[in-house]
Structures are given as structure tokens and as C-alpha cells.
Nanobody
């Protein structure tokens, strides 16, 4: 199973980016998916998660109201829409997935990871 994350880049504070993560597995619709981030000063941390059905979403307090996670099971893709970006959002963002109904918030509970995409927010 491969996960490929796309969409990172350099953006000014207050700007937006949309990250995408595509899975090679046809059973993607039975997976819960999560987005994590890791910066030079912080350990990998949970950002957002979405249940396999897409009916439930979960967010870290730091991104609530600014980020939106969604999925398109027909395209085997999960998205992270990031609005109102702040310099402290600068990090490498990773997507993760596993065959569970509810997306875990602990990174070590995921078996499958994408390669990471860099997001840099300038002030």
C-alpha cells in the first residue's frame, strides 16, 4: 500500500493551501485517514482525522476553524484544506491511514504513511 501526499509549498501568512493524499489501495474506503505534521522544534503531532465513512472528522485545537479534512473514496484521496495559515503551521505534513473506523490521534497507531510534503508559511 502506498500513500502519496501532494500540495505543499510556500505561502504568506493568512494564505491557503490544499494538501492531497492518494492511496494505491482499492479498499481505501474502509480506512480512516489522518494528517500529521512535524517541524524542526516539535515532534510529529496530530492535525486532523477523518473516519472511513467520512461522517466524522477530528481536529487538533490549534487548527480548528482553519483546516478542513475531507475525502473522496471514489478517487482514493483525502484532502486537507488549510486556510488562515500562520507561521507556526510551518512543518512537513504527512498523511497516514489504517483499517480502523475511528482515526487515531497517536502516530504510532498508523501502519501506513505518505512521504510528507513541506508547508512553509512566511510572516
Amino acid at each position: 500500500v502506498q500513500l502519496q501526499a501532494f500540495g505543499g509549498g510556500l505561502v504568506q501568512a493568512g494564505g491557503s493551501l490544499r494538501l492531497s493524499c492518494t492511496a494505491s489501495r482499492r479498499t481505501f474506503s474502509t480506512w480512516s485517514m489522518g494528517w500529521f505534521r512535524q517541524s524542526a522544534v516539535n515532534e510529529r503531532e496530530f492535525v486532523a482525522g477523518i473516519a472511513w465513512s467520512g461522517g466524522s472528522t477530528y481536529y487538533a485545537d490549534a487548527v480548528k476553524g482553519r483546516f478542513t479534512i475531507s475525502r473522496d473514496n471514489a478517487e482514493n484521496t483525502v484532502y486537507l484544506q488549510m486556510n488562515g495559515l500562520k507561521p507556526e503551521d510551518t512543518a512537513v505534513y504527512y498523511c497516514a491511514g489504517d483499517f480502523v473506523k475511528i482515526p487515531p490521534k497517536e502516530s504510532d497507531e498508523y501502519d501506513y504513511w505518505g512521504q510528507g510534503t513541506q508547508v512553509t508559511v512566511s510572516s
